[in-house]
């Protein structure tokens, strides 16, 4: 297998896995939304860590799409996550 070929394939994987990670949050979410809260920094972590990802992959010159979309949904579920771990 050429090299190409096989980082391409492995940038489609780890895109999806990546993927997978940050919709695993949505099972603490729910805990945290009945009141069974969860840690607060590690999402929030994660959220500001997928920031910077999709900053860096978005922003180069020759933009990284793999690495945006896989770390796009950290913002999202990371934060969501972040939010709902207080009991306001």
């Not at 969860?38 to 994660?46: F, K």
């Not at 860590?49 to 020759?62: E, M, R």
Request: glycine letters at 4%; proline letters at 7%; a positive charge.
């Amino acid at each position: 297998m050429k090299e190409t070929k096989f980082i391409s394939i492995l940038s489609k994987v780890a895109t999806v896995i990546a993927i997978c990670m940050y919709v695993s949050y949505i099972p603490q979410i729910i805990n945290n939304l009945h009141g069974n809260y969860g840690a607060p920094l590690q999402p929030l972590v994660a959220a500001l860590n997928g920031l910077l990802w999709c900053i860096y992959a978005y922003f180069k010159k020759q933009r990284d799409w793999p690495v945006f979309l896989a770390n796009f949904p950290a913002i999202i579920f990371g934060l969501a996550t972040f939010l709902t771990s207080f009991p306001w």
